[in-house]
């Protein structure tokens, strides 16, 4: 017998021409097997930003130490604006942990925002974020400090920010700082 020669195939490695993505196609995401995107949406959220009295009494005289340096109004309010959506990612992340308080209380929540700068002592701000309506929030600045070791009160949480853009959620339980959570991005 004769043996047939192999039908030539077709070499699907060596594809021509442009790729073309299927936008109405199925795809796998967190929630499914088989998913079609249909939108993507952006909330914007609108938040003012105070700084009290007592923060610049502390940025233009200082205290019984001296004048403290490293807290101009610049570099507070981008420690602010960077801790933000840190701030969003771990409300929404932990079930026990709210930084915004939606009432006038004689003690509300307050968090210390804690920046670390390679070479320098980290930037510590107090702030307190407060509920305004959907989307509308306001955060007042109470003081601000260059300090190794910055004192937490029992329950405060610290929301320490690295350099590498990632962060650490901490809690002062009973004298001991205890890990909440981390982002790594």
Do not use: W
Not at 36 to 56: L, M, V
Not at 108 to 124: A, S
Not at 132 to 150: H, P, Q, R, W, Y
């Amino acid at each position: 017998m004769q043996s047939k020669n192999k039908r030539k195939r077709i070499d699907y490695s060596a594809k021509v021409g442009e790729v073309v993505v299927d936008v109405e196609a199925f795809v796998k995401n967190k929630s499914s097997e088989n998913a079609k995107k249909i939108s993507t949406t952006a909330e914007h959220i609108e938040i003012d930003i105070y700084f009290d009295k007592h923060y610049f009494d502390r940025q233009q005289h200082g205290d019984q130490e001296g004048k403290r340096d490293g807290i101009d109004s610049d570099t507070v309010k981008a420690l602010l604006v960077e801790a933000g959506k840190h701030l969003f990612y771990y409300s929404i992340k932990n079930k026990t942990f709210s930084f915004v308080n939606f009432d006038v209380v004689p003690r509300p929540e307050r968090i210390v925002l804690t920046k670390e700068v390679e070479g320098e002592l980290p930037l510590n701000i107090v702030v307190e974020y407060h509920y305004l309506g959907l989307n509308k929030f306001e955060v007042t600045l109470k003081t601000a400090m260059k300090i190794s070791g910055f004192k937490l009160s029992d329950g405060q949480y610290q929301l320490i920010l690295h350099p590498d853009e990632t962060s650490t959620l901490m809690r002062l339980e009973k004298t001991k700082l205890l890990l909440v959570s981390e982002c790594t991005r």
